[in-house]
T-cell receptor
């Protein structure tokens, strides 16, 4: 498809389980971002990839959160030993990158994965 | 984490009325953006502003980038039922620093339009 695709759309996990969330960015997009959106809040930055390199992971809330993009396209956000406070919508966004846009680096969002930890 | 100060938190209006919402920050941004999010979907870009003082329109939507680069507003004229949703402002810094263009969002404005 032409847009950012995320799967699964919904995930229910028991506390303590590991989960993996997938993001397929728009083809050719260099930059990939993950955001966490708590209920009733705006999205908050988690981590950023430029191709396969994870250049910023300052927003990851704990060492239970891990993200990768091994071939510079598809990315996976993994959460180990899930806790109830991890319940949120996880949004992925991609963009062409600064080198190609002359500063107009618009991010396009997927529909998100809604994670519920019971 | 940091979020921008967006107001109002919610609005209930009649179809045909105009709407105004704004966003302020303690930090300077190089780009201001306004997104709309429908239930179960990701944010969709409405308007992007790249220059302090810039006023940009997109159909019935008008947005301005504040001169101080710390604020922005969005106006919607002659609202219609499909305008219902959550509107977010977002600030973006350029990749000259270490932000890599990550977005900082407001808390959102929930818009309800009564027919």
């Amino acid at each position: 498809g032409a847009g950012v695709s995320q799967s699964p759309r919904y995930k229910v996990a028991k506390r303590g389980q590991d989960v993996a969330l997938r993001c397929d960015p728009i083809s050719g997009h260099v930059s990939l971002f993950w955001y966490q959106q708590a209920l009733g809040q705006g999205p908050e930055f988690l981590t950023y990839f430029q191709n396969e390199a994870q250049l910023d992971k300052s927003g990851l809330p704990s060492d239970r959160f891990f993200a990768e993009r091994p071939e510079g396209s598809v990315s996976t956000l993994k959460i180990q030993r899930t806790q109830q406070e991890d319940s949120a919508v996880y949004l992925c966004a991609s963009s062409l990158g600064w080198a190609f846009t002359g500063g107009k680096n618009i991010q396009y969002f997927g529909a998100g994965t809604r994670l519920s930890v019971l | 984490g940091q979020q921008l100060n967006q107001s109002p938190q919610s609005m209930f209006i009649q179809e045909g009325e105009d709407v105004s919402m704004n966003c302020t920050s303690s930090s300077i941004f190089n780009t201001w953006l306004w997104y709309k999010q429908d239930p179960g979907e990701g944010p969709v870009l409405l308007i992007a502003l790249y220059k302090a003082g810039e006023l940009t329109s997109n159909g019935r939507l008008t947005a301005q980038f504040g001169i101080t680069r710390k604020d922005s507003f969005l106006n919607i004229s002659a609202s219609i039922p499909s305008d219902v949703g959550i509107y977010f402002c977002a600030g973006q810094t350029n990749a000259g620093g270490t932000s890599y263009g990550k977005l900082t969002f407001g808390q959102g404005t929930i818009l309800t339009v009564h027919p």
